[in-house]
T-cell receptor
Framework: GNSVTQMEGPVTLSEEAFLTINCTYTATGYPSLFWYVQYPGEGLQLLLK?????DKGSNKGFEATYRKETTSFHLEKGSVQVSDSAVYFC??????????????FGKGTKLSVKP | DTEVTQTPKHLVMGMTNKKSLKCEQHMGHRAMYWYKQKAKKPPELMFVYSYEKLSINESVPSRFSPECPNSSLLNLHLHALQPEDSALYLC??????????????FGSGTQLSVL
């Protein structure tokens, strides 16, 4: 079946440190890939996405590149801020009509950034 | 308006109570979703409505009853819940739920506690 595996947290970093959160996927076809962020007490917000191999999604200084050869979609940011503290979810959705919003999420990685 | 609004934000109910969760969006989206998120876990899909018709029910117990009165509104009726149903219930919407490029917009959720 289709699944997403992301690194276990929590991840604790100092402000301005470099961030990498690993994400790999298993899929029977060609999925679209997403990173969602969830701040404490809130719902999920789409951070970035990529719909095909070699696409790079970027937003708010975060980047992730769709790597078909390694089935990965690692999240990176060059300099984290305290305000980036949240839980980050990697997710996929299959690229056919029947998928209908069935986002398959990884378990989430909690990021804490210290001043 | 890019918001998905959920009410109430918090709900405490007994196992014999009947209550409803409400969700509203005014983005013209034709697909709406209910997800359940237990603490420190990723969201899990419960139901999908596409063009006001139920298109996916992920084997959810009948004590959860979804309703989509029109394309802007989505309800989740709760009856005879169990303590293990305590969770954050997230509503989401998307353009039409018919493809892998769908961007889901999430509400902030209803934090439900069943006593």
């Amino acid at each position: 079946g289709n699944s997403v595996t992301q690194m276990e947290g929590p991840v604790t970093l100092s402000e301005e440190a470099f961030l990498t959160i690993n994400c790999t996927y298993t899929a029977t076809g060609y999925p679209s890939l997403f990173w969602y962020v969830q701040y404490p007490g809130e719902g999920l917000q789409l951070l970035l996405k990529a719909t095909k191999a070699d696409d790079k999604g970027s937003n708010k200084g975060f980047e992730a590149t769709y790597r078909k050869e390694t089935t990965s979609f690692h999240l990176e940011k060059g300099s984290v801020q305290v305000s980036d503290s949240a839980v980050y979810f990697c997710a996929l959705i299959m690229n056919y009509g029947g998928s209908q919003g069935n986002l398959i999420f990884g378990k989430g990685t909690k990021l804490s950034v210290k001043p | 308006d890019t918001e998905v609004t959920q009410t109430p934000k918090h709900l405490v109910m007994g196992m014999t109570n009947k209550k409803s969760l409400k969700c509203e969006q005014h983005m013209g989206h034709r697909a709406m979703y209910w997800y359940k998120q237990k603490a420190k876990k990723p969201p899990e899909l419960m139901f999908v409505y596409s063009y006001e018709k139920l298109s996916i029910n992920e084997s959810v117990p009948s004590r959860f009853s979804p309703e989509c009165p029109n394309s802007s509104l989505l309800n989740l009726h709760l009856h005879a819940l169990q303590p293990e149903d305590s969770a954050l219930y997230l509503c989401a919407s998307s353009q039409d739920g018919r493809g892998g490029n769908e961007k889901l917009f999430f509400g902030s959720g209803t934090q439900l506690s069943v006593l």
